[in-house]
């Protein structure tokens, strides 16, 4: 599948805790019922999740191949508690997702 259809798979798995697909600065996103956005999904084709620094789970996908943190002017400045995963990593992305939906915010 594509990441787009990954992507909106991942959504569809988590609908009924209340998640939603929209839009953040253009690009598709996960967001949780209070409308805060906690993935999103890139240019790339990689998914970031906002997994908060210091957490297994943040470890966890900082281990994955290709991983990284976020770092969206691309300048070196990093958004610590978002994590980038690339597509090759999609079987991924929903626990990630569901892990970044019970994370307090």
């Known amino acids: 599948m594509s990441a787009e259809e990954d ?15 929209s839009t ?39 281990q994955l191949a290709g991983a990284s943190l976020f770092d969206p002017s691309g300048q070196g400045r990093a958004i610590k508690d978002w994590v980038v995963v690339p597509h090759s990593s999609a079987e991924k992305w929903t626990d990630l997702a569901e892990a970044a939906l019970s994370r307090p915010r």
């Open 7 to 21: 992507f909106k798979q991942v959504g569809a798995e988590l609908a009924d805790l209340g998640v939603r697909i």
């Open 24 to 62: 953040m600065m253009g690009r598709p996103a996960l967001k949780d019922q209070a409308g805060k956005v906690f993935a999103s999904l890139q240019r790339d084709g990689a998914m970031v999740f906002r997994l908060v620094r210091d957490t297994p789970e943040h470890t966890t996908a900082l």
